[in-house]
């Protein structure tokens, strides 16, 4: 097995693996090489075809695989080492990295940082349980979309979508574009789980039936999918058997959400958060292992890659501090909470120095749709300031800025809480 | 007749409630847009829906079968069935360049479709 040293390896090259080396670098640390299991970068993005990336990040509005090529010009521009084909198999709590590839074999490479940057995956079919038969054309909106995109193959004629999470929007879209029939999605919840903005533009516009209230509740045929039972809840998610309906369909996408892929960070010993499903991160995003980093959809599922740009510069600015010895952790860590009707903040810790603390921005979601809100914030239970938004959804995370000047302020503080509270009489 | 409508702006992922006051094509007021993109979104949306078409292109000896495109502008939203049957039409030689255009002045709208990734030649093709 070869022997390598790096000063900082970034597992997946993804938008956040490519942001964050990008920033490693511009820091002043070249020695940096990016992991990468598939045979391009870019991780999903070239296959997300659709506009709509870029809005906050470069102001205008790019197309996915164009979001990811800016990124990977970065990389390429500053001759970042890039490994592509590269299976990681181990990341030990000191910070040594297994991987393999054909070329090359397997390999140890001691590093001084690690960015952990492995993103999320869908969750299937298996976690549902959905009763009846297991038939082909069962599959998940991301590979129905892997499927159309990259490879050029439409996987169904007749399609019905599980699930209103921002890819099963994108891809009754997309189906529908390609000459299918889309039936209708379905959402057990009262509420959508995807961006406004896909509703309109992916269902409205297509006059594709949005079912709230309603789920799968038997799936139907032998060899292919015949067609899927489809039934209303009551309000506590109960199937009502009376409502239910056949429909036919080939095709049954699954949009029913996202979990961070951590197998390789709890090999690293790295504490998980139950609310994200990924790391425990300081405002830095370094997790409890010391030296050990996480962005993107590791970390928690974005909506927007913007967010995840934004995410991932912060760790590569921290991942090179960490290499050049450049900050100093404070004796005593600030806990950041989620109050009321928040499901989680990132960072769950704010641990520099008071005076050396620079403007954090806090990301957060809420866990109910509420319209009017204030978003407050609180310092060991006395009110610091607090933000107005007309709306708050569970799938459109807020972000709001903890300011420098608070922050150094904020001596003798040992926990931060946000409540996001609807405004009474609107 | 004088008419209400509230629109979710879709040009940006804020996704603003904008309502418009109009007389058939003839906008009276705009309200609830946080900038003048939801505006003009908003007026466009009573007077005829425009979207940026995003699809796919066949490529022939490609390091993939397909290159993502989109059209350079926003196409009448009533057109793109007719779009996606021109676009289906054509199949490229790789290499491709981001921005290279693979169509132009698709059906009469002044709108280029461009590729929107490089794509590289098949490796041994």
Redo the contacts between chains.
């Keep these: 097995m070869i022997k390598i040293e790096k000063d900082v390896v970034v597992i997946g090259g993804g938008p956040a693996g490519l942001a964050a080396a990008a920033k490693v670098y511009d820091n002043g640390v070249k020695d940096v090489v990016i992991l990468e299991r598939d045979f391009?970068l870019g991780g999903i993005l070239?296959q997300c075809?659709?506009?709509?990336f870029g809005?906050?990040h470069f102001g205008e509005?790019?197309?996915?695989?164009?979001y990811?090529?800016r990124f990977e010009n970065d990389v390429e521009e500053r001759d970042i080492e890039v490994k592509l084909n590269t299976m990681v198999l181990d990341v030990t709590a000191d910070k040594k990295v297994f991987a393999m590839n054909k070329d090359q074999g397997a390999m140890e490479i001691q590093a001084k940082a690690v960015i952990l940057a492995m993103g999320c995956r869908e969750r299937t079919a298996g976690a549902l349980g959905i009763p009846g038969t297991r038939p082909a054309g069962v599959l998940t909106a991301g590979t129905a979309q892997r499927f159309?995109?990259?490879?050029?193959y439409v996987p169904g004629e007749k399609v019905v979508i599980l699930g209103s999470g921002d890819i099963g929007l994108i891809m009754a879209r997309r189906m529908r574009?390609?000459?299918a029939d889309v039936k209708a999605v379905c959402e057990i919840l009262p509420y959508t789980g995807g961006?406004?903005?896909n509703?309109?533009?992916c269902l409205e516009?297509y006059d594709i039936p949005l079912k709230l209230n309603h789920t799968v509740t038997k799936i139907i045929g032998n060899d292919r999918l015949e067609a899927v039972e489809i039934t209303e809840v009551d309000e506590n998610m109960k199937p009502i058997p009376e409502t239910s309906e056949i429909v036919e369909a080939d095709t049954l996408l699954l949009s029913v959400g996202l979990i961070p892929e951590n197998e390789l960070s709890k090999k690293a010993e790295v504490a998980l958060d139950d609310r994200t499903g990924g790391p425990v991160v300081n405002e830095g995003r370094e997790t409890n292992v010391d030296g050990i980093f996480a962005c993107g959809n590791v970390l928690h599922v974005h909506?927007?890659v913007d967010w995840v740009t934004e995410e991932s510069q912060i760790a590569g600015d921290w991942a090179a501090k960490y290499i050049n010895d450049d900050y100093k952790r404070s004796e005593k860590k600030i806990d950041v909470k989620a109050g009321e009707n928040v499901s989680y903040v990132i960072p769950q810790s704010i641990e520099l120095e008071a005076e050396d603390r620079k403007r954090i921005p806090l990301y957060m979601r809420v866990s109910t749709p509420l319209t009017a809100i204030d978003i407050e914030l609180y310092a060991d239970g006395e009110k610091l300031y607090s933000f107005s938004e007309?709306f708050g959804k569970p799938g459109?995370m807020i972000s709001v800025p903890l300011a420098q000047k608070t922050l150094n302020d904020l001596d003798e503080v040992s926990e931060i809480r946000v409540d996001i509270i609807e405004k009474e009489g609107e | 007749m004088l008419e209400k409508q509230t629109i979710t702006c879709v040009a940006c992922p804020k996704g603003c409630e904008v309502t418009v006051e109009h007389d058939g094509d003839e906008i009276i007021d705009i309200m609830g847009n946080a900038c003048p993109q939801g505006a003009d979104y908003a007026k466009e949306e009573i007077v005829a829906k425009t979207r940026i078409l995003p699809t796919t292109v066949r490529v022939k000896n490609g390091a993939l079968p397909l290159c993502p495109v989109k059209t350079t502008k926003q196409i009448p939203l009533e057109l793109m069935d007719k779009a996606m049957a021109k676009i289906g039409e054509k199949e490229i030689e790789a290499p491709l360049k981001m921005g290279q255009i693979i169509i132009e002045n698709l059906l009469d709208t002044e709108a280029n479709v461009v590729a929107t990734r490089d794509l590289p030649k098949k490796i041994n093709a």
């Design positions: 391009e070239p075809i659709h506009n709509g809005l906050h509005e790019l197309t996915g695989p164009e990811s090529q159309t995109n990259i490879e050029g574009l390609e000459g961006l406004t903005r509703v309109v533009q516009d909506d927007l007309p459109e």
